[in-house]
């Protein structure tokens, strides 16, 4: 059963003491994997992927039948200093398009098998202006993160989060600045598509916030609240229970991952059940990748946030694991093993 949590001080301690992943189970696939007809390696990281799968799972011969695919939106006050090439009523508009099954995600997670699941956060309450105020009080960001514990389905066999929120590359960038250091320009990019001029004022925003909030911020939740966004909050309140729920995760681009680099940093090893869906072309993505020891499976120069990324990226695990379950074994087939 999922436990439950009801203050920010719960919630760091379900981050801190954790379930792991069967090491039975990967054992046995480790087992299988080096019997099946095909010289040893030769399918390379969709090796690893299924061993890892299967580890998550408890079952060495595993199947992907039911993936989860949960968009979450929120609104953005920072967008009033002029940081996005779109306005806020367009997260409205998009969540709309997502539930007509009318955005890219969805015909992705069409093709995956997955249906695209909506929760739009409050949109006529965007977060407060973080180079003024905490972005969201603690009431805010608690409400936001059992949002997302609640969203996923304990009967999901892998999930993927993905957002919608105006001004969101924004506040990833601020977390990412606040946790790992730098400037600005390290770690903030065009986002939506923005010219030189307000990528120039977007690491001004980015400075401005952090430099207000570094005393007040005590830890990588303390970034989440004073930084971050509805949105953001409730992708690490579902990929938290997930790794409860023993559902693998393939994580999306830089907003994603710079929600759940609050929960890394707490602790190092909680995102072992997740692995990354690709590289965006957000210039900060790859270092952001690279504090939370990932390597992502695909990178195709993508930029649009959704989850489209991740939801692309469950065919790569659909296919290493219908190698690993399906293929004969050498006894099975009859082939020598040499």
Not at 139 to 167: N, R, T, Y
């Amino acid at each position: 059963m999922l436990p439950q949590f009801s203050t920010l001080d719960d919630f760091r301690s379900l981050v801190t003491s954790l379930p792991n992943t069967d090491k039975a189970a990967m054992q046995a696939a480790e087992d299988r994997n080096a019997m099946l007809t095909k010289p040893p390696g030769a399918l390379a990281r969709l090796e690893d992927l299924a061993i890892w799968y299967a580890g998550w799972r408890g079952d060495a011969k595993p199947q992907i039948q039911k993936p989860q695919v949960i968009v979450f939106a929120g609104n953005h006050g920072v967008t009033a200093q002029g940081v996005s090439a779109f306005p806020p009523e367009v997260t409205a508009q998009m969540v709309a398009n997502f539930r007509a099954d009318g955005a890219a995600v969805n015909q992705l997670a069409n093709l995956a098998g997955a249906k695209v699941e909506v929760h739009a956060l409050r949109l006529d309450q965007p977060t407060a202006d973080f180079t003024t105020a905490p972005a969201m009080s603690e009431e805010e960001l608690l409400e936001a993160l059992q949002l997302g514990w609640s969203s996923v389905d304990s009967k999901a066999d892998v999930l993927v989060v993905g957002e919608m929120g105006i001004g969101n590359t924004t506040s990833g960038s601020a977390i990412c600045l606040a946790l790992f250091g730098g400037s600005a320009a390290d770690w903030t990019g065009r986002g939506t598509g923005i010219s030189d001029a307000s990528l120039e004022l977007k690491n001004q925003v980015v400075t401005t916030a952090t430099t207000l909030h570094k005393t007040a911020i005590k830890d990588s939740v303390d970034v989440l609240r004073y930084l971050g966004g509805r949105e953001l909050a409730a992708m690490a309140g579902a990929i938290l229970a997930a790794r409860y729920l023993r559902i693998p995760v393939i994580l999306d681009g830089f907003i994603c991952c710079a929600a759940m680099a609050c929960l890394a940093e707490l602790n190092a090893e909680v995102l072992d059940h997740c692995v990354a869906g690709h590289q965006s072309a957000e210039a900060a993505h790859p270092a952001l990748l690279k504090q939370l020891n990932k390597q992502p499976l695909l990178s195709l120069g993508l930029r649009l946030g959704e989850g489209s990324g991740a939801v692309l990226a469950i065919q790569i695990l659909k296919g290493a694991i219908a190698c690993h379950s399906g293929m004969a074994t050498f006894a099975e087939a009859g082939v020598a093993a040499g």
